[in-house]
């Protein structure tokens, strides 16, 4: 019990340090069985979550994680709302025009668009408190990492469960990650992905370049948050 207490602390210690929050303001409920510690409550951004989560992981003792922290939502619209968000943002993207688009709701499959000769694989949406869970399958990672993205951005979305596999698979890299940020960024109508130049070094994403706005600078450094994998975003775009 005493071993557990003090993982615990060493947890929160790294988790105030990693994200600056005040865990009176931002309380992180910790709790620990056999190694797994699950972390709930309430958090400003998706940066704020994931760097909780990877110092979380970082403390001997921590042998996964589970992840239960939700990103504020302001007044959520419902999930019915949410779910039609994430639809309408798959169903108009060019890089999914060739995929089936499902949705599942209260245990009913419903079917959106079928995926035709070419297909490119079958996406299942479902909400819930807000979650949207991805499902099914998709033809690159670069693919499945903008069908997350695509989920973040909508409406009352405060967390992604993105378990969509890759067919066939492919091995995860830095590069990778690049190639889907460009692939975010052309299809993020607030940014000017011409502007913006990308690098990524064991998971740290690094921004460079000018961009025309506070808010797209801003919104830049989310879209890179967005994606899985990505522990760090180095924000070094300037504001013409």
């Known amino acids: 019990m005493q071993h557990k207490d003090a993982v615990l ?5 790294a988790i105030e340090q990693a994200t600056r929050i005040d865990p009176q303001q931002n309380p992180i409920a910790l709790s620990l069985s056999d190694g797994a510690l699950a972390l709930d409550g309430e958090v400003a951004h998706v940066a704020t979550k994931k760097l909780a989560r990877h110092a979380a992981a970082s403390v001997p003792g921590v042998e996964r994680i589970v992840d239960r922290l939700r990103v504020a939502a302001g007044e959520p619209p419902g999930d019915g709302a949410t779910r039609d968000a994430v639809c309408k943002w798959l169903l108009r993207d ?3 025009q060739n995929c089936a688009l499902h949705v599942r709701n209260k245990g009913e499959r419903t079917t959106l668009r079928d995926a035709g000769a070419d297909s490119a694989g079958s996406i299942e949406i479902a909400v ?18 903008l069908a997350g993205v695509l989920a973040w951005w909508s409406r009352g979305c405060r967390d ?8 066939p698979p492919e091995e995860d890299s830095d590069e ?3 190639e889907a940020l ?15 130049g990308i690098a990524c070094r064991n998971g740290t994403v690094t ?4 961009v025309g706005s ?8 989310l879209d890179a948050w967005y994606l899985f994998a990505v522990q760090r975003v180095v924000n070094r775009l300037e504001v013409a």
């Open 94 to 96: 060019i890089d999914f």
């Open 176 to 178: 990778e990650i690049v």
């Open 128 to 145: 819930a408190d807000g979650v949207v869970t991805l499902a099914g399958q998709v033809i690159s990672l670069s693919h499945k990492r």
């Open 182 to 196: 460009h692939l975010v960024f052309e299809s993020d109508p607030y940014v000017h992905a011409g502007q913006i």
């Open 207 to 210: 921004l460079q370049g000018v």
């Open 160 to 167: 992604v469960v993105n378990e969509l596999e890759v067919q």
């Open 214 to 221: 506070v808010s797209e600078r801003m919104r830049a450094e």
């Open 9 to 13: 602390k060493q947890v929160q210690a």
